[in-house]
């Protein structure tokens, strides 16, 4: 599995973003990551093959996660960013089947892109 992400950037505060992440290779869970210099990587969202959702609650009603299974491509919609949103973001995916959430072992990753929120 190999995932390419993009889309990230510099935004003001209440701004939005769309981070996408091309997939090549078979998948049964998707999920976004941020992390922050110096602290550890935090799961954001993550989506099964069913497209069931799930949110980390400082994110929840603000970030949408969702795939378009014919262009490969996992997207992650960012509205009402705010300065602690500010971090390096990264695409992961498992390849064997088994639990899909937030706390769901993840063996494959991007590179990440880098997304700042300025106020």
């Known amino acids: 599995v190999q995932l390419v992400e993009s889309g990230g950037g510099s935004v003001q505060v209440g701004g939005s973003l769309r981070l996408s992440c091309m997939i090549s290779?078979?998948?049964?869970?998707l999920g976004w990551f941020r992390q922050i210099p110096g602290k550890e990587r935090e799961a954001v969202a993550s989506?099964?093959?069913?497209?069931?959702?799930m949110y980390e609650p400082s994110v929840k009603g603000r970030f949408s996660i969702s795939r378009d299974s014919a262009k490969s491509t996992l997207y992650l919609q960012m509205r009402g960013l705010k300065p602690e949103d500010t971090a390096t973001y990264y695409c992961?995916?498992?390849?064997?089947?088994?639990?899909?959430?937030?706390?769901?072992?993840?063996?494959?990753w991007g590179q990440g892109t880098q997304v700042t929120v300025s106020s």
């Open positions: 992961a995916a498992r390849n064997n089947w088994g639990f899909c959430g937030l706390r769901a072992v993840f063996l494959h």
């Open positions: 290779g078979f998948t049964t869970c």
């Open positions: 989506i099964d093959n069913e497209n069931s959702t």
